[in-house]
């Protein structure tokens, strides 16, 4: 999944610690990586409530507070980390993650479904039943055609964003090619989609997925209700199927959510409802969003910040004063923030060779917070993802200073000093500070940068636009579950290159599409997971479509007032579940 951006270099998912997910009270700029390990849960681990959280009470209001506001309320197109934390809230999908509070275990689970699927070929053709009392916030019963229905409308132009994994799995890398959606006035045939009940959904592949019920566990397979659909529309009011439902949304100002009665605990082993209100403010400059947290002054004491870091300025204050150490998270985050090099634009080897030699990567570590954020990454794969290696293959830990002066020479070699570079940056204060060491490392190698400042919360949507028109930018990308499957396709395959695709840098070398299709179709998964860590440093070298710059950490502060925090390996956000209000 792609990381947040409201600050230059933030990122965020599953962090560290052996397949748990932590409590809060993590002091110290610490932590450390381990390989996530959500194993898959019987029927019987399916079935809610929830495990209760000791000593939760209920009542109260808890809030959050945003540096940027949220891009897609409609689940169908939320994929970066925190609006995938606030539609959980309202939305669920066909499997999920439950954690255990004693032991920290999470579990991939049935969420509507009554287990995480069944296959009786072999991972082709896949099956879930649909669990009684499930309802729409109006009360209308969800069928599985409710589900059909809400993966049929990924198939929708305007349905830019979110996982692509399900529709490319059932209709191929050009799926808009083969069906319109349902706007088109056509299903899809029960030969890829079918129905044969109201309970009953089944999933017809093109080719092998043993990991599929991990997929639909991905915030576009969720369960739409068709009457209230009305297109990109929807994106400002989705209707609720979870434990809250929306009260009122300003867009980049505010968001209010409040309890959904028709939610049944008994259908959910995953959720909470222990707030009666969830209070979202967004837009909130990073440096006053931490001072508010340290504060926690008035509604403030029962506040956090869902994904978002400290301030790079505030984190030593936080490190040294003890009265923040109760309350402070500090968590290895699924997340390799990288800077693209639009391929498309940027089509010389060279130019791309020198503009990672001079890239400032100590430098940009530092203004996003310094080790307590994230430190140096040598590769495009998270130490969180099974197969990982400490490999550095461009040289970037051994070096992260850059070397402009290198980078001159090596432009003048090739016959292009001076070239342009359009850097497209998120206009955050941070992200400020990071443009103008970037802008300054890259012109003194002899490039001639012309930085443009993009607003925060549409950064997605806008360098994942094919004609974006920028040839440098930074994102960052987390495994989707814990596996190499989940990191370099999805950003790496030229076939994914499309307006909304998460291949930002145009990454397009059909002998390295072919070493994807042979290593997705490996039956060992250990196996498979060492050669995706071998062909994401292959690419590295052969074609430099991305810089890696840093392994992310999540690092902030929470206020007193809240129990039951704890941290979302899956996401790499706080997890707001289990959250309650201290009495």
Known sequence: MPALVAVSALTLTACGGGGSTSKGGDAGANAKASVANFLPGTAADSVGPAPAIPGAVYGGTAHDIETAGFDYLDPSQQYVNNQQVVGDLY?????????????????????????????????????????????????????????????????????????????????????????????????????????????????????????????????????????????????????????YMIKSYTPDKQLVLVKNPMWDPKTDPIRHQYVDEWDFDLGIDQQLMTQRLMAGSGDDKNALSIAMNADAASIKTILSDSQYANRTMNKFLPFVDTYDINMTRVTDLNVRKALETAFPVAAVQKLNGGNPTGEVAGNLVSPTVAGWKDTDPLGIKANPAGDPAKAKTMLQAAG??????????????????????????????????????????????????????????????????????????????????????????????????????????????????????????????????????????????????????SYNQVLGAVDINGIYIKK
Request: hydrophobic share 30%; charged share 20%; glycine share 10%.
């Open 91 to 243: 939305s669920r999908q066909l499997t999920g993650y439950k954690t255990d509070p004693a032991t920290g275990k999470v579990t991939l689970v049935g969420d509507m479904a009554t287990d995480i699927g069944t296959s009786p070929d072999g991972g082709k053709t896949w099956t879930w039943h649909l669990k009684d009392g499930l309802k729409f916030q109006d009360g209308t019963a969800i069928t599985s055609k409710d589900v059909k229905y809400a993966i049929e409308r990924l198939y929708e132009d305007y349905q830019t964003q979110g996982p692509l994994y399900i529709q490319q799995w059932l209709s191929g890398a050009n799926y808009r090619d083969t069906y319109k959606g349902p706007s088109s006035g056509q299903d899809l045939p029960d030969s890829v989609i079918s129905t044969p009940d109201d309970k009953t959904i089944t999933l017809h592949f093109q080719g092998v997925h043993p990991d599929a019920p991990y997929a639909v566990n991905m915030p576009n397979i969720t369960a739409i209700e068709k009457s209230k659909d009305d297109g990109s529309k929807y994106n400002d009011h989705p209707v609720s199927i979870g434990p």
């Open 416 to 565: 292009k000093l001076n070239t342009e570079i359009v850097y497209a940056y998120s206009n955050t204060p941070t992200g400020q500070k990071v443009a103008t060491a970037v802008q300054d490392a890259l012109t003194q190698a002899g490039f001639n940068v012309q930085a443009k400042p993009l607003d925060p919360t549409s950064y997605y949507t806008e360098i994942s636009k094919i004609g974006n028109g920028f040839d440098l930018y930074r994102s960052g990308w987390a495994a989707d579950w814990p596996d190499g499957n989940s990191v370099v396709p999805p950003t790496l395959d030229g076939r994914q290159v499309a307006d909304g695709g998460n291949n930002y840098s145009h990454e397009n070398n059909p002998a390295m599409d072919s070493e994807m299709d042979r290593i997705g179709a490996l039956t060992n998964i250990a196996d498979a997971n060492a050669q995706w860590m071998t062909l994401a440093d292959k690419i590295l070298t052969t074609d430099l479509p991305q810089i890696p710059i840093e392994d992310d950490k999540y690092f902030n502060v929470y206020g007193a007032g809240l129990g039951g925090v």
